[in-house]
């Protein structure tokens, strides 16, 4: 049972991140997620944050981010 509530309030503490997040200028989260190599979140933002979302703001943030991302030696 505990762990149960444990798992719970792990979850609802990352989607109140998400959440707090929607406000955010959509460009700069994608490129921050771009730069660091994370995948594209545009679907996880866009369901938590619904309308209030620019998923197409977004992705272009997020490739331009990748695009700065350094190459590994050798490719």
């Known amino acids: 049972m505990k762990l149960a509530l444990l798992l719970l309030a792990l979850l609802g503490g990352c989607a109140s991140i998400v959440t707090a997040q929607c406000g955010g200028d959509p460009y700069a989260m994608g490129e921050r997620d771009g730069r660091i ?31 700065q991302r350094p190459s590994a030696p050798g490719m």
């Open 37 to 67: 190599g994370v995948m594209s979140q545009d679907q996880v933002y866009a369901a938590y944050c619904g309308a209030r979302f620019d998923a197409e703001r977004y992705r272009a943030g997020w490739r331009d981010g990748n695009d």
